[in-house]
Structure formats: C-alpha cells, structure tokens
T-cell receptor, first 110, second 117 residues
Framework: GQNIDQPTEMTATEGAIVQINCTYQ??????LFWYQQHAGEAPTFLSYNVLDGLEEKGRFSSFLSRSKGYSYLLLKELQMKDSASYLCAVREYNNNDMRFGAGTRLTVKP | DAGVIQSPRHEVTEMGQEVTLRCKPI?????LFWYRQTMMRGLELLIY????????DSGMPEDRFSAKMPNASFSTLKIQPSEPRDSAVYFC???????????????FGPGTRLTVL
C-alpha cells in the first residue's frame, strides 16, 4: 500500500518562491504526479516524475528522489491565482491507478 | 475535444433513493477512473477500467456502489440505496498510456456534487 504525506496548509507572499514537499511509501513505484485544484474545481495536471531529478515547466518545477521516497513542487514568482490545493499522487508499478495525498492548501497573500 | 463530460453536475436526493452518475471520457482514452472527494478523506480512487474492463474496484466502499462501462465512450457509477455519508464530489477521469512519453496524465471531469439528505 501507499502512505502519502504532505503539509496541510502553507502561506506565501506574491512574487516569492514556495516549496511543497511530499513523502511517500509504496511497494512498487511507477511515477509521481502533481495536480493543482482550485476550490470547487477539478484537479488539473501539473507535472510528472518517474526518474530522479528536477523537471522544470515554466514557473513550476518538480523534483523526485526515489531512494528517499520524496518529491517537492517548487512554485516561483507566485501569483494570486496560484492559491489552490496541490495534490501529490503516486502510481504503483504495473498498475495504472494513482493514490492521492490529502493535498496542501496554498494561500498566496499580497 | 470537449474533455471529460460528467452529468449531472449537481444531484440532491433523499436517503434510500438510487443515484446514477454518468461519465463520457475523452475520445481515444483507454483508461477511465472514478474518484470520490470529501473534506475528511480527500480524493479516493473508487474503481478504474481499461478498455471497458474493470481492473481494480478495491476502493468501492460497499455493495451499494456499482460501476459499469458498456462501451468506450460511456460509464456509470450507481449508488443504491444512497445514504447521507455518500455525500461528496464524484470525479471521473480518463487517460491514455503514452508509452513513448512514459506518462499517462489523467484528465478530470468537472465532477458531480452529490448531496444525500
């Protein structure tokens, strides 16, 4: 099975950088995903990591360390619209289902 | 593409009634997922299908829940009888395993907000 842990809430200032951490335990790792979910809306895909290292996509980057069971999502040049919940999800080997963490609610303040 | 389509968007029903939620995945996607989201439990996978065949239904809470996928463009999640604790947002998602990219991003529908009184 999987345990996926991430902080419940975070607050940051507009224009700043914030890092959201995710730790996981899985019997067979096959990919880690980050999703953004605004209140009352569906989750939307942000990033995917299956190999160790950093994946950069514009203002968002995601890092993975498989040996440590650890990932983080880095958001740069924060904007007010980045206020949302960020969900970490892990896929197990040979399966196509994903298990989601409880999500981190990020509040960006002026 | 219109994306994943779910209906209804909102459903209010009374305890004991049958509820049917509907989903149309993105055309060409061969995986379909049903999730439930509540404040207490977060986003939970209920069941998923590959090529219309149920693969893993271990997340289905109990026998009151059932899901079908009669063809590649339609799936239903049924709750019979419904109970107040079933109140949640139910999401449908679909994906296509892109082996060349090694990723299978799931695209979520807008969700159905179910309230059981």
């Amino acid at each position: 099975g999987q345990n996926i842990d991430q902080p419940t809430e975070m607050t940051a200032t507009e224009g700043a950088i914030v890092q959201i951490n995710c730790t996981y335990q899985t019997s067979g790792f096959n990919g880690l995903f980050w999703y953004q979910q605004h209140a009352g809306e569906a989750p939307t895909f942000l990033s995917y990591n299956v190999l160790d290292g950093l994946e950069e996509k514009g203002r968002f980057s995601s890092f993975l360390s498989r040996s440590k069971g650890y990932s983080y999502l880095l958001l740069k040049e924060l904007q007010m619209k980045d206020s949302a919940s960020y969900l970490c999800a892990v896929r197990e080997y040979n399966n196509n289902d994903m298990r989601f963490g409880a999500g981190t609610r990020l509040t960006v303040k002026p | 593409d219109a994306g994943v389509i779910q209906s209804p968007r909102h459903e209010v029903t009374e305890m004991g009634q049958e509820v049917t939620l509907r989903c149309k995945p993105i055309s060409g996607h061969d995986y379909l997922f049903w999730y439930r989201q509540t404040m207490m439990r977060g986003l939970e996978l209920l069941i998923y299908f590959n090529n219309n065949v149920p693969i893993d239904d271990s997340g289905m809470p109990e026998d009151r829940f059932s899901a079908k996928m009669p063809n590649a463009s339609f799936s239903t999640l049924k709750i019979q009888p419904s109970e107040p604790r079933d109140s949640a947002v139910y999401f449908c998602a679909s994906s296509l395993l892109e082996a060349s990219r090694g990723t299978d991003t799931q695209y979520f529908g807008p969700g159905t907000r179910l309230t059981v009184l």
